[in-house]
Nanobody, 116 residues
Framework: QVQLVESGGGLVQAGGSLRLSCAASGSIFSVMGWYRQAPGKQRELVAYITSGGSTSYANSVKGRFTIDRDNAKNTVCLQMNSLKPEDTAVYYC????????????WGQGTQVTVSS
């Protein structure tokens, strides 16, 4: 079974940095990214990156977060700088493949807490 395993979450003070990593099994995915969900809120897309290296970011994280991937290792990372309390959420790794049929996978989630 495809597994997405996140790491790197934790507690950080506002203004600090964290780097999230996600290791995926299986073949290279067409898109990998990160979602987050805060208590009482909908899960929202934070950033994604395609197999070709195209990236997209939520407006709330532009200029602060950077997503990158290593296709050979099937990993995707999210470098989070200048963290704000509103970044506090459970962060979920996401991967999808559209070759043949659409397949989507989710990690188990990792908690990021930013204190003020």
């Amino acid at each position: 079974q495809v597994q997405l395993v996140e790491s790197g979450g934790g507690l950080v003070q506002a203004g600090g940095s964290l780097r999230l990593s996600c290791a995926a099994s299986g073949s290279i995915f067409s898109v990998m990214g990160w979602y987050r969900q805060a208590p009482g809120k909908q899960r929202e897309l934070v950033a994604y990156i395609t197999s070709g290296g195209s990236t997209s970011y939520a407006n709330s994280v532009k200029g602060r977060f950077t997503i990158d991937r290593d296709n050979a290792k099937n990993t995707v990372c999210l470098q989070m700088n200048s963290l704000k309390p509103e970044d506090t959420a459970v962060y979920y790794c996401y991967a999808a493949s559209s070759i043949g049929v659409l397949r989507e996978y989710w990690g188990q989630g990792t908690q990021v807490t930013v204190s003020s």
